[in-house]
């Protein structure tokens, strides 16, 4: 049901004798950044080993494929998609031979210059056989003049911009680069005696490494047997980190430029009680979702936090079409009303964005139903009016209600008794953060590239 | 994880010309109470159809499959099971040839005289196919006296003894019965021009369907085509209604014995908080269980409430053996705590229960290590010192932590800071309840029967 | 495209400690005489195990269920089917708890008066829970008045008309009993120190047992640990063996009723071209049930044995719909011709025998369309005029298209320019036998029974 | 249990309306030529789609993918491979975006001068993402000098060597080429009112297509909406047809460098019994591949044909080990003797070639245990003592038992009574070719290239 969808999620483990082992479990802690396809590249110093597939983690990978993957570096992705039955093409890592020999490679991001890299790669004679980013970065790799792969890295990361953090494997190395506005999340960690980067600190936490900080926007890292990983500062860092990783993306566990996600998000709540009060019988958070900030939201107003709204976990996918008793089924397939418990009740219902407005009607329509006498939506971040370029899947613009409606209009058209949005100035201030070093486009249509 | 397991849900449908569908989707929507084995029976009034399976209720079934299953009344089953690779054989629901021509039957519960009827029937030459009680039934009806089924059912029930909320389809004919005890819960609703019983109201509130009433400990109710719903009083009512239902089993957005469940789960918090008060810095509810219990006693104590613990979604089976850096994986491949909001903090963590204690252990133990300064487990029901012989999966009594040891021995083998439980008298309280009119031998060893 | 299809194979190990294992093997070897579901039943001396499911042989079983199947005595089943989503309820071994502890049960075969003892057992409260013959089996040793289970088996037996080769498990004994007319076949052998029994000798082939002769006609043999097998003469044996597991159902590989198939077959054959002589270029089997009976008749007339037509091993399904060029595409799917061997060619074609006569004709017209000048069909049996009532899958009579149809007419049907049947004089010659030991009733309509 | 394996087959499809429906059931017919993996690429003047995967192609396909490969004209693929888990990435068609638009191309051979291309393209900055020879290809296309596509293959050809049977998509256009020495079969033909290029003209039989011609070695097919195919002869023709196609990895059916497969083998059979006469009582074929030839050799010499050796075709994969008793299971699950017929006999077993020895010495040695009194082993090909490197999957040298031992040690090791192969001359002669039209290199080591 849901319409903004990350886009991928990266891990690297170096000088660690379990290296696919460790990618593995770290790309089950990430597995919410990205369903559809999974794959882990490996390296012993010799030569590199790539399996990757349509599926979850623990359908892409069995032991017996996790032992193929031998040596003590390891890449991993995860990958969501909207493609078709050839997705498998456009699965990471990417492998490719070339004159320095093997590489292979993981990105979260998206790249906004790619098209032209691509056609000024294509007239070179370059051939493209997916339709990722990243087949350009190997291609840039490839055919730069420098001598050594990390000047070649920087070489080709200077003709790239967008969203970019990546994880590379050389036969012997691995690299970890973050693009200079440092867009998406990339964290640096210790596990036994090696190191792991990972898109979020909840893949540390399940393989019992240790945070040690941030990759920097715009730092490449190399990670060489035997020596403290080696930084390079390749761009001056500008900082312009997604915002919606707090509002949405990151798991509430983990901590993103180095804050907690669950803790940012209770902030968004409570600035959201305060910019958009009402009085009300309950606090109600659409979840998983909207918990943290509906706690907030509770803790700030005084009005009892309920969870009003149940969510269930045996969906399954089902092709039945339903009676003309069942009205909502698909939004009540996955959530539930506590009926006795709303009956009667002013409800405010918190959940973290509106993109289409089609859920929210859905869950307006079935509180009221379920006999809420008022519901009243808070959105615990600002209306999302403009797509994403930097790595989000979101819809075209012309989808967007909020790009398309007054507040009022959606307010109308969800059948909801109030609606507000939390202003993008207070959930800047619930993130502590200044607007400069923020991607907010999503809401202001402000678009730094 | 969960130790204790409700064994089944029961749904019937009555004259509604999508009968499998409906029975389908209550099947669904009751998916929580077993997720073993599915199963569906239908009639037409010429014959009865069935279909049931090992998985899931979406597994089993597909749009084919419904189309098969013809008619205007539907059975339908799903089942927990801790037997081998052959309990297909033990799926319901149970169909049967005999003198009055074919019967179909579902069956929640347990009963306590099986084996003695059941020798009984053997030594007259009956033969047992399969390992469930529900076969004695059968057997009863079709080797009664009486004429007419109606009789038949009466005979049989007046022979067996235990927890049955059951469901029979014949040739035209549906039959509901319960207990004389009402052990099992089992709702009355109507949908559409025709009838549904279920287990629990979840079911109703998904397809649609409108609550009427509980069908009464001991009544049997008959459905004819173009007659209402007769009711006969087999016996008369003494109902002993399974207290765990309110505590752990039933869905938070049912109703179960004319009372919602949440509301129920909270009062006990409240009263946890009452009983059982302590001072910290949070509550925190093991999820998905403990979050009512947690949040009434949140309200009760002033007390924030926290989401400190995330459960994950995307869990899956893996084979996949852990590094020596992964403590506690099992734990925290399901949940997960939110390092920077309990560090350092006195954690108030409630559960429903504890049975035996190593699951307990390991989330103290997590919440331990994520930095928690205190952590004072409050269960939401008494001490579960005696098994189920009502229809509940419990270990022996020699694996139940609270049959062999102190709570201050609990305590230390769970390594938490304090242990509280809800009295009996407590819990009966919060769900308006007297002792005679609730089976709580599962915290008392007053059975019954 | 086949339309006659033999319902089961059965299996019994006795005292082998691989017992499970063995009688895996074994299923697999008769295979062919049922795809459709598996199951295996074994004992311990204190208790039997099954396992039974859907599917063929290697599917339904792997090492860990083998491992399951504990013991040193073990049956075995496989089955061919018609019926519906729900056949698992109809998958053998039959298993039933009665009053002289455990049984389990496979049977070849069908029961002629299946009905009317079910009628009588259900009129004394027995209930039937499949729709499998062997249920009214396992009801009648339970009521036998008799002390012991042999005289209960021959006590049951007696009661009982039709085809039946039975397995039987007992807590620690194996019982093998064949119905007086041995209708369908059924063989003893040695393996390590133990015993085997099975439906042919093929699978004593596979798993290295010794032959030592069949199960006689009215035979019941008993096996008991640490004694020979203990044989009664229940029935004096009239046999009335199936012809057409000669004609068609029984491995060329496996010895039925003391003879070798494939010699058996190539007698048919030569009978055939003696009978039903005409000229012609090449003598074509249709692959593969025709193959050992066109070398017959190629050695009797002198007339070149071609494998003109080719089987595809690679068929899988498909629901791809062909193209309007696509003429006699599922025959083509399976069966090819070799065109230019066949192009301006003489052809005698020799198949086992005509059902419906829709296959035959595609494959004459498709031999039409390669080329060949003329198409004589030679059938090593005669016309299919009549049903089996002994356990084999056949059409109706009004389906049969020898029923309904003059040699001439159906020669015209099927666009042969001739057609010729082997007599049933000539068949039962090539089979060294004697009109009254052999059932031919599909030929004849002369039933036993 | 087979050593040798055809690489591939391909498939093209121009100028109609169901384009990847003829795709998909010529790729059916010749499954034969590799089950890993499949692929499709379809045009319709616009863009190219594109769907492969690993399996069979009814596994691969279904109507709904199949429906999304739109367009006129349509390219396919079928692959044998030994690599591991990572092979998907390894199935064609490879696609390609370049300097012209699009390309998808399919390839049966093997390209002998693959690392030399690709060293250099590597050092001229291209990247290497499969380990298919067919890569270098699209490389040489896009870095071609040439404006038009035409032009460009034939620069991309004239660099290559080895052996290659292509068919290219572009946006409008189809393209098929053969190496000049016409290593690999490649037949043209006419479907309806457009054009079908295929590795063996069983695909042209299934379909209804009519076969034309051959497409020449050295000769480039251009296919154009509205226009005759226009040929090109880029290489003056210098045949050398593998002549292995016609000892085992064509269809009987099919017609192959323009001459009956089946016939061919038979003629094989011939020559083999007036080469390696010897008195006997039977001819036994190893089936299927052996059929052929023993029907030749046995009309040659006058001995009887039996098909003595049943293939099994229910085999499955089982992962059961075998019980002390059971000897040969592995190649007696696929292959079992008829015991009567071959008892006290001595029989001529054909094969058609012996690779490593130790399949033909596990089917002597279950010919003798089932009481053979002699076997003679017959193969109707030279000695295979050279691997290929033009597009068959061959052992090592030091695995290929005829270039390690001397006949009289072969036929010691396979335990055989005699041992005769067919001198090359014969061969040759069999299929009425000369020496220098035929590559014989896996028996003479005669490379061309």
Do not use: W
Not at 119 to 135: S, V
Not at 171 to 187: C, V
Not at 393 to 403: C, F, Q
């Amino acid at each position: 049901m849901r319409s903004l969808n990350e886009k991928c999620a990266v891990v690297g483990i170096f000088d660690h004798p379990e290296a696919s082992k460790l990618a593995y479990f770290s790309l089950h802690a990430l597995q919410h950044r990205g369903q559809e396809a999974a794959g882990i590249s490996t390296g012993d110093g010799e030569k590199l080993y790539t399996i990757k597939d349509r599926g979850l983690v623990t359908q892409v990978f069995d032991t017996q494929k996790l032992n193929t993957l031998k040596g003590h570096m390891a890449i991993g992705h995860t990958r969501y998609s909207t493609a078709g039955d050839d997705s498998i093409l456009d699965a990471q890592p990417v492998f490719a031979r070339y004159d320095l020999g093997e590489m292979s490679i993981v990105h979260n991001g998206n790249l906004t210059n790619a098209k032209e890299v691509r056609d000024a790669l294509i007239k070179k004679g370059a051939i493209f056989q997916t339709y990722m980013d990243t087949e350009n970065l190997i291609h840039l790799i490839a055919k730069s003049d420098q001598h050594h792969l990390t000047d070649r890295i920087i070489d080709a990361v200077k003709k790239i911009e967008g969203a970019y953090s990546l994880v590379f494997l050389s036969r012997t190395k691995m690299f970890a680069m973050r693009d200079p506005h440092g867009f998406r999340p990339l964290s640096l960690g210790r596990v036994g005696d090696g190191y792991v980067v990972a898109s979020e600190t909840c893949a540390f936490d399940l393989i019992g490494a240790e945070y040690i900080r941030d990759v920097e926007p715009g730092e490449l890292l190399i990670f060489e047997k035997g020596k403290a990983p080696k930084s390079i500062k390749v761009f001056e860092p500008t900082p312009k980190h997604c915002i919606f990783e707090y509002v949405y993306f990151a798991r509430p566990d983990s901590n993103v430029y180095n804050q907690n996600v669950y803790e940012m998000r209770k902030a968004m709540g409570k600035a959201l009680a305060q910019e958009q009060p009402i009085e009300a019988d309950m606090v109600v958070p659409v979840p998983d979702g909207g918990v943290p900030a509906a706690i907030g939201y509770s803790q700030q107003s005084g009005i009892p936090f309920e969870m009003a709204i149940m969510r269930n976990h045996y969906i399954g996918r089902t092709f039945i079409e339903p009676t003309q008793e069942m009205r909502d089924l698909k939004v009540k397939m996955k959530l539930s009303p506590i009926n006795d418990l709303i009956r009667g009740k002013r409800l405010i219902v918190i959940d973290d964005s509106i993109v289409r407005g089609t859920t929210s009607r859905q869950i307006v329509r079935m509180l009221k139903a379920a006999g809420a006498s008022e519901v009243h939506m808070r959105i615990s971040s600002p209306p999302t009016t403009d797509p994403c370029y930097y790595g989000v899947d979101t819809p075209d613009k012309e989808k967007l209600i909020a790009a398309n409606m007054t507040n009022e209009e959606i307010c109308a058209f969800i059948e909801a008794d109030s609606l507000g949005y939390l202003s993008n100035e207070a959930l800047l201030a619930s993130v502590n953060g200044k607007e400069e070093n923020y991607c907010t486009a999503c809401f202001t249509g402000k678009y730094i590239i």
